[in-house]
């Protein structure tokens, strides 16, 4: 299956960290991407992971282990702007070809 | 700005009647994708293409139909729209490896 589960709804407070982890199932596993959602916009690109590890890029940080379908994003110095869904998503080649298929998202509240 | 355009970028239409999304881009690329996004069920993949008149389906592709007769325009069309189809239409192309998507066409069919 592709089943990929990441938490509904997360707060945190402003200048903390936060991690938003992702759980995935897939049967051709080809990356993990993590996109950030303001309300009534589109979804931005944050992050690629394709192999085991950290990726880090300013104030966001990726995590991979394939071998456990686990992914995060680590969100540092939160900011009121922060306050976004975060969508986990997987390229799984042997169901969708090169499209993701997306979780359902984390809400992710940042308060003063 | 990875310039991807959609029209309309909102649709209020009747029960039963055909309806067209355009999605347009300027960069060249091969792979281009349809996403519908509802409340509590995420981002899902309606139909992609992989080049011109190459398309395949995806998770929500019934009552769906796409055309891709140019590198640069790929087309979603409800043949006969139901009140089901509300929801927010997004297209997105690929680049290297991520993808990037377009703003959106909100459809409502009443």
């Known amino acids: 299956g592709q089943n990929i589960d990441q938490p509904t709804e997360m707060t945190a407070t402003e200048g903390a960290i936060v991690q938003i982890n992702c759980t995935y199932q897939t049967s051709g596993f080809n990356g993990l991407f993590w996109y950030q959602q303001h309300a009534g916009e589109a979804p931005t690109f944050l992050s690629y992971n394709v192999l085991d590890g950290l990726e880090e890029k300013g104030r966001f940080s990726s995590f991979l282990s394939r071998s456990k379908g686990y992914s995060y994003l680590l969100l540092k110095e939160l900011q009121m702007k922060d306050s976004a869904s975060y969508l986990c998503a997987v390229r799984d080649l042997v169901v969708a070809g090169t499209a993701l298929i997306f979780g359902k998202g984390t809400t992710l509240s940042v308060s003063s | 700005d990875a310039g991807i355009t959609q029209s309309p970028r909102h649709k209020v239409t009747e029960t039963g009647t055909p309806v067209t999304l355009r999605c347009h881009q300027t960069?060249?690329?091969?792979?281009m994708y349809w996403y519908r996004q509802d409340p509590g069920h995420g981002l899902r993949l309606i139909h992609y293409s992989y080049g011109v008149k190459d398309t395949d389906k995806g998770e929500v592709s019934d009552g769906y139909s796409v055309s891709r007769s140019k590198t640069e325009d790929f087309l979603l069309t409800l043949e006969s729209a139901t009140s089901s189809q509300t929801s927010v239409y997004f297209c997105a192309i690929r680049g290297d490896n991520e993808q990037f998507f377009g703003p959106g066409t909100r459809l409502t069919v009443l």
């Open positions: 960069e060249n690329h091969r792979y």
